[in-house]
């Protein structure tokens, strides 16, 4: 995999894709192309596919770097990726959480399954769900009841099939931040199989603020979480306690399908969930990776 010093991935402004280096942005999509790692407006999935799988494409990061930058604080940030080969969503994916859907919905009692019986129950979120930084979460009219979940998120970089959990980590590119947005109401309780509808609504998945590459953090079960709603702390939480770590995750997704680079694996939401409303503001913090807000309006 070609990474370097603080190497993260975003897209900005017009949709460009960029390499942040520092408090600057450096256009990558031009200098890979002119290389031949990949074909000029490549999107994400084709760069990720580059950078981690390509050997040309180190001359491309080498051009990227000597480029005129955009500072970042005067760029708008983007949805890092628009076009994932999958959105692979755990559920209940830590205990406490579990605990507090039992009381919020009436979840039915999973604390006696197996690992991979928890892990039967991942979902796919549609990539129209997607939703950047500083985006904005639409509440459905049909909805009674809208929750967040705030979550870590790989990004694999090269093509995993039947991997072992103790290899699984060299096939995650990066990891970046994800909302997984969910309607409790109608549709959840008493029901086992609507949460592809349920989490799947046109900006129900926010993704960002960037892709930090794994070479970035040291261990992806040793990170804090941390959510505000309103500027009030309602979300507190360490990625050791999932259930089902991301290597077992990997492991368990790659013996049933093959994962793509550029598909994004999200771990499941801490407890903390809570109800959004109109005119709510979210901002979110994974350490290591980053902070990501949005805001939330009721549909027109």
């Not at 993260?8 to 290389?35: E, W």
């Not at 409790?184 to 029901?191: A, C, I, M, N, Q």
């Not at 930090?212 to 959510?227: A, F, R, S, Y």
Request: aromatic residues 6%; glycine residues 10%.
């Amino acid at each position: 995999m070609i990474t370097g010093k603080t190497m993260k991935l975003c897209r900005y402004n017009n949709g460009a894709a960029g390499l942040i280096d520092g408090d600057q942005i450096y256009p990558i999509g031009d200098a890979l192309s002119a290389t031949g790692a990949v074909r000029s407006g490549a999107s994400m999935t084709e760069i990720i596919d580059a950078l981690a799988n390509n050997p040309a494409a180190a001359a491309g990061l080498s051009a990227a770097r000597a480029g005129t930058p955009v500072a970042l604080a005067a760029a708008t940030l983007q949805a890092p990726t628009l076009n994932p080969p999958a959105i692979w969503a755990a559920a209940a994916n830590y205990r406490a959480h579990q605990a507090e859907m039992t009381i919020r919905v009436n979840a039915y009692d999973r604390s006696q399954f197996s690992a991979d019986d928890l892990m039967a129950e991942v979902f796919l979120k549609p990539q129209s769900s997607i939703v950047g930084p500083g985006g904005t979460v639409i509440l459905p009219k049909i909805a009674n009841h809208v929750d967040f979940e705030c979550e870590l998120c790989a990004v694999i970089g090269r093509p995993a099939k039947k991997v072992s959990a103790e290899n699984a980590l060299d096939y995650v590119y990066g990891y970046t931040m994800c909302w997984d947005i969910s309607i409790r109401d109608p549709w959840s309780k008493g029901r086992h199989n609507t949460r592809n509808i349920r989490k799947g609504f046109d900006t129900f998945c926010g993704v960002g603020p960037w892709i930090v590459t794994k070479d970035e953090i040291g261990e992806p079960q040793d990170l804090h979480i941390n959510v505000e709603q309103n500027g009030q702390n309602v979300m507190k939480a360490h990625t050791a306690d999932m259930i089902n770590g991301l290597r077992d995750l990997i492991r368990f997704l790659s013996s049933v399908s093959t994962l793509m680079p550029g598909t994004l694996i999200t771990t499941g939401t801490p407890a903390g969930v809570s109800k959004l409303a109109d005119g709510d503001h979210l901002k979110g913090t994974i350490s290591g990776i980053g902070t990501m807000e949005l805001n939330v309006a009721a549909e027109a």
